[in-house]
């Protein structure tokens, strides 16, 4: 079976230093991964997308970014924290784009980010 | 542009039935999601719709779709404490990337 694996599950970092968030998916092959935030506990915002290894779609312009290594490996990145990133980091997987869209996302358990 | 609505709270008693709704913008919307959030942990895709469909049972849950008005509502019987979450509405279309646009989640309060 499939499953998603985020790390750590809760992070608190001093402003302007950096960020490495890690995600993992086992059982599955080209699955497209995504990076969401969920700021204040409330409403879902997309941060990046990849489709394949090395393919990062942006959603929003700012502080973070975004990287696939390798094909289950989705890593979400900062050079220098701000307040404003602080939130709860979501990452999540669906089946390749040519698979019904019925499987809906499958998402990881989450990060807590608290920026001081 | 794509927009997801839905209320931010709704509170029940335990054992009553509650009703979340959501409306949606995009008529060429395919799917229709509900996600359920429990406190500190990620979403769990509850239950679909296709668009071609105006009702899906699940056991307790309930989905009917309007798509004339653009309306969702998740229908959840005898509701439980255990049903405390925020569920989220989402909607994605067929073709292209799937990039599902989310409501901002109503939060299901249950008063023993």
């Known amino acids: 079976s499939q499953t998603i694996h985020q790390w750590p599950a809760t992070l608190v970092q001093p402003v302007g230093s950096p960020l490495s968030l890690e995600c993992t998916v086992e059982?599955?092959?080209?699955?497209?991964l995504y990076w969401y935030r969920q700021a204040a506990g409330r409403g879902l915002q997309l941060l990046f997308y990849?489709?394949?290894?090395?393919?990062i779609s942006s959603e929003v312009p700012q502080n973070l970014s975004a990287s696939r290594p390798q094909d289950r490996q989705f890593i979400l990145s900062s050079k220098k924290l701000l307040l404003s990133d602080s939130g709860f980091y979501l990452c999540?997987?669906?089946?390749?784009?040519?698979?019904?869209?019925?499987?809906?996302?499958?998402f990881g358990s989450g990060t807590r980010l608290t920026v001081v | 542009g794509e927009d997801v609505e839905q209320s931010l709270f709704l509170s029940v008693r335990e054992g009553d039935s509650s009703v979340i709704n959501c409306t949606y913008t995009?008529?060429?919307?395919?799917?229709l999601y509900w996600y359920k959030q429990e406190p500190g942990a990620g979403l769990q895709l509850l239950t679909y719709i296709f668009s071609n469909m105006d009702m899906k049972q699940d056991q307790r849950l309930t989905v009917l779709l309007n798509k004339k008005d653009k309306h969702l509502s998740l229908r959840i019987a005898d509701t439980q404490t255990g049903d405390s979450a925020i569920y989220f509405c989402?909607?994605?279309?067929?073709?292209?990337?799937?990039?599902?646009?989310f409501g901002r989640g109503t939060s299901l309060i249950v008063h023993p």
């Open positions: 995009d008529s060429s919307s395919t799917y």
């Open positions: 059982g599955t092959s080209n699955p497209n």
């Open positions: 990849s489709v394949g290894i090395g393919q």
């Open positions: 999540a997987w669906t089946p390749a784009r040519t698979v019904t869209h019925r499987d809906g996302y499958t």
């Open positions: 989402a909607e994605s279309m067929a073709g292209g990337s799937y990039i599902p646009t």
